[in-house]
């Protein structure tokens, strides 16, 4: 314990000695009397800022060790194509080819991916003002939380759309049949 005269009572009286310090309805953050101490040493140690305040584990971690840890860029893997077909065994034996029919997510012809109905322009989103990223605080007793996401308006853009698609619907993406054999 930090407090000399705390640590006496608890020394002498156990955790029934020290008890008394706290709200009647237990501990409370409000009777937490470091929480300046925690402040700074938040404030006064680099790596434990940069760790909460800013960045991914990955940047973090690839400061310390000269890198490698850095997340993967660019669009995700999509998911696999599954398609039941029912097949005689003589067909098999045959080696006979069929043609069948599926529905393939790609970019929307009439906007060209971006959303917008076309020959409309795209304008700097106002939630992240272009940074594709938003900020969220949040307090944990005496401790702020701060996390960066994808900006839920333009998904990471940075960009919004002022008139909407109406092939796509503002998404960009459009269900297209495609062949194969």
Same mark, same amino acid.
């Given at each position: 314990?930090?407090?000399?005269?705390?640590? *006496?009572?608890?020394?002498? &009286?156990?955790?029934?000695?020290?008890?008394?310090?706290? /709200?009647?309805?237990?501990?409370?953050?409000?009777?937490?009397?470091?929480?300046?101490?925690? =402040?700074?040493?938040?404030?006064?140690?680099?790596?434990?800022?940069?760790?909460?305040?800013?960045?991914?584990?990955?940047?973090?971690? &690839? /400061?310390?060790? &000269?890198?490698?840890?850095?997340?993967?860029? +660019?669009?995700?893997?999509?998911?696999?194509? =599954?398609?039941?077909?029912?097949?005689?065994?003589?067909?098999?034996?045959? *080696?006979?080819?069929?043609?069948?029919?599926?529905?393939?997510?790609?970019?929307? #012809?009439?906007? +060209?991916?971006?959303?917008? *109905?076309?020959?409309?322009?795209?304008?700097?989103?106002?939630?992240?003002?272009?940074?594709?990223?938003?900020?969220?605080?949040?307090?944990?007793?005496?401790?702020?939380?701060? /996390?960066?996401?994808?900006? #839920?308006?333009?998904?990471? /853009?940075?960009?919004?759309?002022?008139?909407?698609?109406?092939?796509?619907? &503002?998404? +960009?993406?459009?269900?297209?049949?495609?062949?194969?054999?």
């Amino acid at each position: 314990m930090v407090d000399p005269a705390k640590r *006496e009572r608890y020394d002498r &009286g156990g955790f029934a000695g020290v008890e008394q310090d706290f /709200s009647p309805g237990g501990f409370e953050w409000s009777d937490f009397r470091h929480a300046q101490d925690v =402040e700074d040493l938040l404030r006064d140690n680099d790596f434990l800022r940069q760790f909460f305040q800013q960045g991914s584990a990955g940047d973090i971690l &690839g /400061s310390l060790f &000269g890198g490698g840890f850095t997340t993967r860029a +660019g669009p995700a893997r999509g998911r696999d194509l =599954e398609l039941s077909l029912t097949v005689k065994l003589s067909d098999l034996l045959e *080696e006979t080819t069929r043609e069948v029919e599926i529905l393939r997510t790609e970019k929307c #012809p009439a906007c +060209g991916g971006n959303g917008a *109905e076309g020959g409309t322009a795209l304008e700097t989103c106002r939630d992240c003002g272009g940074q594709g990223q938003v900020r969220r605080t949040r307090m944990r007793g005496p401790a702020q939380m701060i /996390s960066i996401m994808e900006c #839920p308006t333009c998904h990471g /853009s940075g960009r919004s759309v002022l008139e909407r698609c109406s092939v796509c619907a &503002g998404t +960009g993406r459009k269900q297209v049949p495609r062949h194969l054999k």
